[in-house]
């Protein structure tokens, strides 16, 4: 957040929302990315937001008693909806509505009608009755035209519209790509969740708790970038050589010691490299994308 000439400097609450703003941004091409919508991550925000509240209460040693106000007071989440947060089962995320597309899509793939031989029927684009695209995004939802969901279905890569026969063909029988999509996110939030903790606590804490450093370069050719992908690669190979049986022999002499051996820990890598000039929305004048840079701990 830059300010314009004559006013006041950016204030630490500027810096925060920043800082914010940098996080969610891949996390929301993620999230469109894949279909999700706004209403879906709202609700695992809230939770995310409930949960951390809570957490901190109880970690100051205050009385139960008024949990409730005093958690709605920090986060700004009205008392009746984290009433309904907190009694959710055991403080896990709850699933949140599937979105109007994956019912749609689920529709298709379960209905026995609309399936021939096993495999998804290939269904007319229009028919308001029947076995159609549009009948069937109708008995899903009333409230998005049949023509959006077709867009947003072949956006995706879940569908393919055939102009020539006016037909709508289901690409794939999961929502998700297949192979080890749920691996690879799982994997995701894993890592860059544990990162993400390591960060915060560095900035939270008055001494910095967890190693996180890195460097940063621009103006470097394609060239430039896969010597250092393949300088990383080697290192990584390395560090690996070496901190794997550390680990595995500093798990296997603590379980000697199980009551003090509670403690887990996460160890990474990783590169990212980005051509502004093809970011969408870019100017192209060298400084289209106003980003922060944290410094390293």
Known sequence: MASSAGSSPPTDHDALLDAIQ?????????????????????????????????????????????????ISAATGINRREVTRLTQSDAGAPQPAAASVVSQLFTRWISDKQLRVRGKPRALPRQGDEGM???????????????????????????????????TVHLLQEAFAPRGDWQRMVAFLGDNVGDHLHAAVDNVLLDEPAHFEQAVFAQ??????????????????????????????????????????????????????????????????SGDAVPRRLPKGK
């Open 22 to 70: 940098s996080v969610l941004a891949p996390l929301a091409d993620l999230a469109v990315a894949k279909g999700l919508t706004f209403a879906v991550v709202e609700e695992s925000l809230k939770q995310a937001f409930v949960r951390a509240a809570q957490e901190a209460q109880l970690a100051q040693g205050l009385p139960a008693h008024r949990l409730v106000s005093r």
């Open 132 to 166: 159609s695209f549009e009948a069937l995004a109708r008995s899903v939802t009333q409230d998005v035209h049949p023509r959006t969901l077709l867009d947003e279905l072949c956006r995706l890569h879940l569908a393919r519209w055939d102009a020539e026969t006016d």
């Open 219 to 284: 103006g470097l050719s394609e060239d430039s970038v896969e010597q250092v992908r393949a300088l990383a690669r080697k290192h990584w190979k390395a560090l690996v050589a070496e901190a794997v049986p550390l680990l595995e022999q500093r798990v296997q002499s603590d379980a000697e010691h199980a009551e003090v051996a509670t403690r887990r820990v996460r160890l990474g890598l990783f590169t990212y490299h980005q051509d502004p000039a093809q970011t969408p929305g870019a100017s192209g």
